[in-house]
């Protein structure tokens, strides 16, 4: 069975860091894009961020940009969401997600596969 798996969520104070994990199963994604949404509830998900197969390209969000850094092992088979300098807005459910061709980063349609979500909690 072909899955991506998050981890690493959970309830921080604001300022603090947060390193996520979404590991893939089933299959190599060395070729894919893999990236990052995130949802509040009640609202639409949102792109956070996302990086090429090989790593040489990466775009984000402009709320997140400067705080956050993505990063990948192919090797492991997994994608990375450091986040630092946590705000209360950047609560919400973090979902991993991987498409072999994409024509828009920021469209959560476009991807082929996606996680379950791991809970991020910014409060003091």
């Known amino acids: 069975q072909v899955q991506l798996v998050e981890s690493g969520g959970g309830l921080v104070q604001p300022g603090d860091s947060l390193r996520l994990s979404c590991a893939g199963y089933?299959?190599?994604?060395?070729?894919?894009?893999m990236g990052w949404f995130r949802q509040v509830p009640g609202k639409a998900r949102d792109f956070v961020a996302v990086?090429?197969?090989?790593?040489?390209?990466?775009k984000y969000a402009d709320s997140v940009k400067g705080r956050f850094t993505i990063s990948r092992d192919n090797a492991k088979n997994t994608v990375y969401l450091d986040m630092n300098s946590l705000k209360p807005e950047d609560t919400a459910v973090y979902y991993c997600?991987?498409?072999?061709?994409?024509?828009?980063?920021?469209?959560?349609?476009?991807?082929?596969?996606r996680g379950q979500g791991t809970q991020v909690t910014v409060s003091s």
């Open positions: 997600v991987a498409a072999l061709g994409v024509s828009d980063y920021e469209k959560w349609y476009e991807y082929d596969y």
């Open positions: 089933g299959r190599s994604f060395s070729s894919f894009s």
């Open positions: 990086i090429s197969w090989s790593g040489g390209f990466t």
